[in-house]
């Protein structure tokens, strides 16, 4: 059958337009604040065969993940599907996200033939479980976080399973709004099923169903053209999460081999941290979703979404590992392995196409909770506060601050002040951009917002759920880390932090404390060192650098007026660049220390090296010959390493592109905030 | 004695007398002259001829508060706001503009950060004073504005809907201290909650007001100079008129002026034409606004945008999209083709104007088809040229294998799925049908392309007005004064009595009457209407529910709220319910100039005929006769296919329609039964 390509388009736009039409009846109808209001679901077209056919304005954490679950569902049903059909899914062990996420899949027939399922992954603002809402930070097992749903036929020949209903229901907090979810997804999937029989009827399910096969193929094509022009190889990287075991930080390493041949991609997560009793873990899908959203944000943004697309590339993710979560773990906060699996895509890249990344992202998705029982009101309150942090800087620009970041769609990340004060007995003493929270650069990260809060009830509780509290996002090519995430709390003066940074379980927060939430800096690009000096003396007239911070980090001398002198600036680089500290790389088999459950690297240096870095055993530093991104590792200092040498094992020497004997700086990363180093200080 | 309309685009002004006594209409074109509008009005208003006496009242569409604005070359800008607050406008809501890009950019402020200065003062949420106003602090950054040769300040504090006080005096030290300035507060340009937006609208008032302020003396003067005394009103977002020194004061309220005319005509004339439903499709050159009028009230958003900075002042709701006559296509990597958003402007513009441009338009399309004659200049203006639209179409043809004529069809057939796409998010989207409507198209190139948008949605009937290209300025004609207030108090409806209600509405109420007055109303031409954004509590967003300014049953309120909430959502739940804002619109009637019926004489659709004329249908080239509109006479119907042409426009009507002439002028197209796709 041939096509037309002005019919190709018709028939394309025409498909996304169902999903766009999907997306408003959702909106429309649902009865979850978070479906309506914030816009938290996603919905798709799918063929048979369970490829993504017409997606619209989605958040890619969602829907990119959709055809696993749709691949599920057919696996287990697809041998018996009839009209009139319905299934539910939430699981994520097949092919689900969280269980917050519960997916419709709606399977269409034409003359008596399967051609399309429509389908909505919504978050249901609760799902049963430990506490109302279902996600906790305190689940150690998946039966804390909700009612498990596998692929079920919940409608039959267009009639309610009510037994399944009822089950369903009955184990979920205010059912009713559940129901009104359900039939929101319902609705929007009838929708797509009228609007598809009228493309029918119109075109001819024949020239329908070749339209889309064309569609893929091209999306295909145009991503297979991209990665053929990269060169073959495989690139590594590694990059970790954070956790406490028992009280202890343990990070937890996610490595990736991804390897380039011809026109296919494969991304390898083999050696991913075993999966753990937090819910730090994500699924099988959410992992390559997060591959799918790499590739597609660095390599080709502006292409409409479909399968075809991601057919080039390929995603190993172990099973059991925190890349591939099994029963019986947690899995209900899925945005940090994105974020995290996003990370190292971008650190492996950065050692082929420097020119098409950026530094890493913000880093995580910072779920910061305040809240209590509101005495005066007599009801409870929790203000939820997810403040995104700065992008990476890239080499046409410097990285915007406080955005959300690719994976998160066109979702807004910061709230207003006045409402915040309207609903809750909060008062934002400060809502502002963190002066050198930005990695510095040639091109500056993007910097973090930092709000001050001060808390005007008794008994009042703060909780943060969030990563990337010790190890900062990394700059590349040189490019300095942005700041970490951080909180504290600070009354007359006096601050107090938290010992484990970036995981606080329901820390009592007095009536007047003030608490503070920092998210993350983007990672910067390129030498700061090369960064016009008339931009660095611009960034500090207008707040992002400090004085100290252009002296220091970029090596610019500014005059009384502010303006950069040239000369000074000119010498003061040239003694800076000479006293970059570097150890020359010897090769070793083995460069990691075991944890309690995963592994880390580790920078063993001299006694003599570490004074004269002045580094300390236990910091985070960075190796680095600003050639991609920089390698992570923890430092030891051992009298048996020849002094003035850095031993490194291969893999660690091809991340760094570089072989043995050559010079590599090592740098410590800030791990922590200042007001907590400080508090940290004055405890001494 | 005479009204005149006068609306400004980008190319062209456009100008509509109405002369009172004859009752006739009278509509003339002529360049814009971009670096100050009001020489081309001014030469406008000379061709007409009307003496300086004769003018009663002018009534003016302008684009000089949105160009400002878009073009970034407003005033040297400076915020004053409440300490710790500073990056407000500068870190807006933290989303993101580019979906899925590794490499977006970030968003430029109105105001870099470093004219953003913070002044030690803090109002509750119910306007109580937390920290007295540091007067001496706001002197201070005053000398520093001073010295940074600021020429607009916006003053913009927390929670200041609620007191404005603590703004008012630190505008009026500023004042006094930068005398030249323009000082403007948020809680004067709008006392509606929620910082960013409100902050977001005051910056851009502030930022468009000196040239504004400059603009609109420059056209006094020229008008005085002329000797002309008339009244000069300018068109508003809300679809409303007000005095020049009103808009002068808040220039941000005419950031939608020009097209919230042409609604406002659509509105009107539909109405009168017996079509009260119709959804109104102005193309453009570079874009295509679309609105939807119900029962001759369109709707209404507060949802607005300029550029990427929100204006949540209350303005019509209408949905523009990035494909107009001047949309260039193209095939991108992998095959894909597009029409738009890339537009060849007014230059190079299209191939056919034969000005370098070298990529088909959907201009060209048309011309390549034989719609669009060679015969009338465009706009008055420019002479089409035929050859150069042919191979412009035909060598993109040739990179994918279409013969021109299939290709240029495409290029229209993909321009048309686009502006079905605009008109399905303002009705299916929102669970309207738009097959109960009327499409509506006026703008020089929305007739070409009517019928073959409507046939998209499956919609029947398309009206097209008298004067499409003139259209938006016999809009102006045909507006009344119209202002929107608006004050944010949250509470829960539990909470309040009627008497509170009726006391934040009062207070509105005043406001409008003493705007109305200052324009020279009488009570019995005023009219006010009174709305609630209305909320479940821990939703964020609100919806309008209509009430009396007189409530005095707040049990009853809740239930429209419900009523209006059901229509919208599907459902109630069982939260309680909020009033977050009090609006009051506040109308003047004016005197409004009716259509003239049309006259008989000479009018057959034998003096209209032009001839005919080879043009493209479905691959197939046919000879398709051309009728002049001035011509047609009333009543008669025209089976398509045939074009209609008149000054400024042309109608296709294709294979399968019809046309009639309706006594008031306007040539209603009816798709024939069985014919639906």
């Known amino acids: 059958m041939s096509i037309d390509p002005i019919t190709l388009e018709v028939l394309t736009q025409g498909l996304i337009s169902i999903v766009r039409e999907m997306r408003a009846t959702v909106c429309r109808t649902a009865s979850s604040v978070a479906i309506y209001d914030a816009k938290d679901f996603s919905c798709g077209l799918f063929a048979p065969d369970s490829q993504v056919v017409a997606q619209s304005e989605d958040i890619g954490s969602h829907v990119v993940p959709l055809p696993w679950s749709v691949r599920s569902a057919m696996e287990k049903l697809g041998h018996d599907l009839k009209p009139g059909d319905v299934i539910l899914s939430n699981d994520p062990y097949t092919g689900g996200t969280h269980l917050n996420d519960v997916t419709v899949i709606f399977p269409v027939f034409q003359d008596g033939r399967l051609i399309f399922f429509p389908a909505v992954r919504a978050h249901w603002a609760d799902v049963g479980g430990m506490v109302p809402g279902s996600m906790s930070g305190k689940a150690t097992e998946i039966y804390q976080e909700g009612v498990r749903i596998p692929p079920i036929k919940i409608q039959e020949g267009g009639r309610f399973n009510e037994a399944a209903l009822d089950l369903l229901l009955s184990n979920m907090r205010v059912p009713e709004e559940r129901l009104g979810d359900l039939q929101a997804s319902l609705a929007s999937c009838r929708v797509a099923e009228k609007r598809i029989h009228e493309l029918c009827r119109r075109y001819g399910v024949d020239l329908l169903l070749e339209a889309v096969r064309l569609d893929l193929d091209r999306s295909e094509a145009r991503m297979r053209a991209c990665i053929a022009g990269l060169p073959d190889g495989t690139y590594r990287f590694e990059d970790y999460l954070e956790t406490y075991m028992g009280g202890r930080f343990e990070p937890l390493l996610l490595p990736l081999a991804l390897t380039v041949a011809g026109d296919r991609m494969t991304a390898d997560f083999t050696g991913a941290s075993p999966q753990v009793p937090f819910p730090v873990n994500s699924t099988a899908a959410v992992t390559a979703a997060s591959v799918f959203i790499a590739v597609k944000s660095i390599f080709d943004p502006a292409a409409p979404l479909n399968q075809g697309s991601f057919r080039p590339i390929e995603v190993n993710a172990p099973p059991g590992s925190i890349v591939n979560v099994q029963r019986p773990a947690p899995a209900g906060s899925h945005g940090e392995i994105r974020k995290r699996v996003i990370a190292t895509m971008v650190g492996a890249l950065s050692q082929v196409v420097p020119d098409r990344v950026a530094g890493d992202l913000c880093r995580t998705s910072f779920h910061n909770l305040i809240g209590g029982l509101d005495a005066k009101r007599g009801r409870e309150w929790v203000h939820y506060e997810w403040s995104a942090g700065g992008n990476g800087a890239f080499r046409e620009s410097d990285g915007p601050s406080a955005m959300a970041t690719i994976d998160w769609g066109d979702l807004v990340t910061v709230q207003s002040s006045e409402v915040i004060e309207t609903r809750m007995p909060l008062v934002v003493e400060t809502s502002r951009l963190a002066t050198d929270s930005g990695g510095a650069g040639t091109t500056r990260g993007g910097l973090s917002m930092q709000r001050s809060m001060r808390v005007l009830a008794a008994d009042s509780r703060y909780s943060l759920l969030s990563d990337g509290a010790v190890v900062p996002a990394f700059g590349v090519l040189g490019g300095l880390s942005g700041v970490p995430v951080g909180s504290w709390i600070e009354n007359g003066g006096v601050i107090q932090g938290f010992d484990t940074p970036g995981k606080i379980a329901g820390h009592p927060v007095g009536n007047g404390d003030v608490v503070v939430v920092r998210s993350a800096g983007g990672g910067g690009y390129g030498d700061p060192l090369l960064r016009d000096p008339a931009r660095v003396a611009d960034d500090v007239r207008e707040g992002y650098v400090s004085r100290e911070a252009a002296h220091d980090l970029y090596g610019v001398a500014l005059d009384a007026r502010g303006a950069a002198d040239p000369v000074a600036t000119e010498a003061l680089r040239r003694r800076q660049r000479a006293a970059r500290f570097g150890l020359a790389a010897v090769l070793v088999e083995d460069a990691y220390e075991a944890g309690a459950v995963s592994r880390r690297r580790i920078c063993r240096i001299h006694p003599r090296d570490a004074a004269a870095a002045g580094l300390e055993a236990d910091d985070v530093v960075e190796m680095d010959a600003r050639l991609a991104a920089p390698l992570r590792a923890w430092l030891r200092i051992d009298p048996a390493v020849a002094p003035g040498t850095l031993p490194i094992d291969a893999l660690g020497l091809a991340i760094l592109k570089v072989d043995a004997g050559a010079r590599l700086e090592v740098r410590r990363v800030a791990t922590v905030v200042p007001p907590q180093a400080r508090f940290a200080e004055a405890a001494e | ?677």
């Not at chain 2, 006594?21 to 061709?47: F, M, N, W």
């Not at chain 2, 998010?425 to 020089?444: H, K, N, Q, T």
């Not at chain 2, 004609?477 to 509470?491: H, M, Q």
């Open chain 2, 1 to 677: 004695m005479h009204w005149l309309g006068v609306d400004v685009g980008g190319t062209f002004t456009d100008l509509v007398l109405f002369e009172r006594a004859s009752g006739r209409l009278r509509v003339l074109k002529t360049p814009s002259t971009p670096h100050d509008q009001s020489e081309g009005i001014l030469a406008g208003v000379a061709r007409l001829a009307v003496g300086p006496a004769g003018l009663e009242r002018i009534v003016h569409g302008t684009t000089v508060a949105t160009n400002t604005a878009l073009e970034g070359d407003g005033a040297r800008l400076a915020v004053v706001t409440t300490a710790g607050h500073r990056d407000v406008l500068v870190v807006g809501r933290g989303n993101r503009m580019a979906m899925y890009n590794i490499k977006a950019p970030p968003n430029r402020p109105l105001v870099p950060r470093s004219r953003c200065h913070e002044v030690r003062e803090r109002l509750g949420v119910d306007g109580a004073v937390a920290i007295e106003l540091d007067e001496a602090g706001v002197a201070a950054v005053g000398r520093r504005l001073a010295e940074d040769g600021i020429e607009a300040v916006a003053v913009c504090y927390l929670h200041s809907y609620a007191n404005p006080d603590h703004e008012r005096r630190s505008a009026a030290i500023l004042s006094a201290i930068l005398p030249d300035a323009v000082v403007t507060t948020s809680a004067e340009v709008l006392p509606e909650y929620r910082e960013y937006e409100r902050f977001s609208t005051t910056a851009l008032n502030a930022y468009v007001a000196p040239r504004m302020r400059r603009y609109l003396g420059e056209l006094r003067h020229r008008l005085a100079t002329a000797g002309i005394r008339a009244p000069l009103s300018i068109m508003t977002s809300n679809g409303g008129t007000l005095p020049a020194d009103r808009v002068e004061a808040m220039p941000v309220l005419s950031m939608l002026s020009g097209p919230a005319a042409g609604v406002i005509a659509a509105s009107h004339v539909g109405a009168a034409a017996g079509f009260p439903d119709v959804i109104t499709c102005d193309m453009g050159g570079t874009s295509t606004d679309v609105c939807l009028v119900r029962g001759g009230e369109f709707s209404m958003t507060t949802e607005g945008r300029v550029g990427a900075f929100p204006v949540k002042i209350r303005q019509i709701d209408i949905n523009t999209i990035g494909a107009g006559g001047g949309s260039i296509a193209a095939v991108a990597t992998g095959g894909f083709l597009t029409v738009g958003p890339r537009s060849a402007k007014a230059f190079p513009g299209p191939a056919c104007f034969g000005r370098g441009g070298l990529e088909p338009t959907v201009t060209d399309a048309n011309l390549a088809l034989g719609r669009l004659g060679t015969d009338r200049l465009l706009g008055g203006e420019i002479r089409l040229d035929r050859e150069a639209a042919l191979a412009a179409v035909a060598r993109l043809g040739a990179e994918i294998g279409l013969s021109p004529e299939r290709m240029a069809e495409g290029i229209l057939r993909i321009a048309v799925v686009s502006m079905a796409g605009a008109i399905k998010e303002v009705s299916v989207m929102r669970g309207i049908d738009p097959r109960d409507f009327a499409l509506l198209p006026y703008g020089g190139a929305g007739p070409l392309q009517a019928a073959a948008i409507a046939d998209e949605l499956g919609m029947r009937t398309v009206v097209v007005p008298p004067m499409p290209g003139n259209f938006s300025a016999f809009g102006l004609l045909v507006a009344d004064v119209r202002r929107d207030l608006v004050r944010t108090r949250v509470a829960a409806v539990d909470d309040l009595s009627a008497a509170d209600v009726r006391a934040m509405l009062a207070g509105l109420l005043e406001a409008g009457e003493a705007e109305l007055a200052s324009a020279d109303f009488p009570p019995e031409r005023r009219r006010f209407a009174a709305s609630l954004d209305m909320r479940y509590a821990g939703q964020s967003f609100e919806l309008s529910v209509p009430v009396a300014t007189d409530i005095d049953d707040l049990a009853a309120l809740v239930t429209a709220f419900e009523a209006v909430y059901v229509a919208r959502y599907g459902g109630t739940t069982t939260a309680p319910v909020e009033i977050v804002s009090y609006r009051i619109a506040a109308w003047g009637l004016s005197d409004k100039p009716a259509l003239p019926p049309l006259e008989g004489e000479g009018r057959s659709l034998a003096s209209a005929a032009l001839g005919t004329r080879p043009v493209v249908f479905d691959g197939e080239t046919r000879p398709v006769p051309i009728l002049d509109r001035e011509r047609l006479p009333v009543g008669e119907t025209v089976a398509g296919p045939a074009i209609i042409e008149e000054d400024g426009s042309s109608t296709v009507v294709p294979p399968g329609w019809s046309a009639t002439l309706d006594r008031i002028g306007c040539l209603v197209l009816r798709r024939g039964e069985g014919d639906a796709p």
